[in-house]
């Protein structure tokens, strides 16, 4: 029976209603098969739908999202999926941002060029990290400033083999990598979803506001939907600084619901995020964006024209 005649029967059935916690497996075509995973593959995942087994190819695996016994969702890493990123549209319960910082602190870096510096965080184990594209725009140097745990203290490493991915300038985003040799394993955040967030919901961001590294900042989501030069961004009233640009704005589950960029310069209280379904799309499509050296402040890679048919003239008549 083939996945889709699979897909056609679970909707029918009312295939969630089959586990009382179930598992999700997104799929590429917009499709998701909820039941219980089984077993894991290299190639496949086996999931149990309660009237029948499946065996669903991981190239066909979009995102997984696991259900503890109690319901509550459970992000799966990157590496069990495939996935450039680890992402959920189901918000966990809030917890207090004192244990949310010590869990996810280490994600968040400092990003330092000769013209200035910003902060960044990392979205998977390989060392790939978000930061704003002014943050390293015009720049050929970089540096990032990594803090990690050890030994109950948090230790700092620079690394300066720094590569850029991928720009937008449009919508201020940039896709950094550490390529040092001998660089560990980096501890990632989850992105979480602007679209899910309330109007006076908790926000908290950490960053580098004028150079003081890992300053955590704590306020409220004033509005979802600001205006700003034809862009929509998230207003909050968690404090936001020069230093904080490309640092994560994050829900009280410890999820990235935006990426910090700017601030009114002349109040208090007035800082902006990039809603974090752009960068899930900058990141779905970084190849379109990637990075060229020979035209670096364009935030598009151009195919090569095909190349024009010479017309050889003929020859002078003797």
């Known amino acids: 029976m083939s996945l889709k005649k699979h897909l056609v029967i679970a909707a029918l059935l009312g295939g969630s209603a089959l586990f009382a916690a179930a598992d999700t497996i997104q799929l590429k075509d917009a499709a998701a098969v909820t039941g219980k995973i089984l077993a894991e593959k290299a190639d496949a995942l086996v999931v149990d739908l309660g009237y029948t087994v499946l065996q669903i190819p991981r190239a066909a695996i979009t995102g997984v999202t696991k259900a503890s016994p109690a319901g509550a969702a459970v992000v799966v890493p990157p590496s069990a999926t495939g996935q450039f990123y680890a992402a959920t549209t189901k918000t966990s319960a809030p917890r207090d941002v004192s244990s949310l910082v010590q869990q996810i602190g280490e994600a968040v870096v400092q990003v330092k060029t000769p013209g200035g510096l910003g902060s960044g965080f990392f979205i998977n184990?390989?060392?790939?990290?978000?930061?704003n594209f002014h943050v390293i725009e015009g720049e050929t140097e970089i540096s990032v400033e990594v803090y990690q745990q050890k030994n109950g203290q948090l230790d700092r490493e620079t690394y300066k083999q720094v590569k850029i991915i991928a720009i937008n300038k449009f919508h201020d985003l940039a896709l950094l990598q550490i390529e040092d040799k001998g660089a560990p394993k980096f501890k990632p955040v989850t992105l979480g979803s602007s679209d899910a967030l309330n109007v006076g919901d908790g926000v908290f961001a950490i960053g580098s506001p004028l150079g003081l590294e890992r300053t955590v900042t704590q306020g409220i989501l004033s509005t979802k939907t600001r205006q700003m030069e034809g862009e929509l961004y998230l207003q909050t009233s968690a404090q936001i600084n020069p230093g904080n640009s490309g640092g994560p704005l994050f829900?009280?589950?410890?999820?990235?619901?935006?990426?910090?960029?700017m601030k009114i310069t002349f109040g208090e209280g007035l800082g902006f995020a990039i809603p974090v379904e752009l960068v899930k799309s900058f990141l779905d499509h970084r190849d379109a964006f990637a990075y060229s050296t020979d035209n670096p402040n364009n935030p598009f890679r151009y195919l090569e024209p095909p190349t024009r048919t010479k017309v050889q003239p003929a020859p002078a008549a003797k």
Do not use: K, M, Q, R
């Not at 184990?125 to 930061?131: E, K, M, Q, V």
């Not at 829900?251 to 960029?261: D, Y």
């Open 125 to 131: 184990d390989d060392g790939y990290l978000i930061t």
């Open 251 to 261: 829900n009280l589950a410890g999820e990235v619901v935006g990426v910090t960029n």
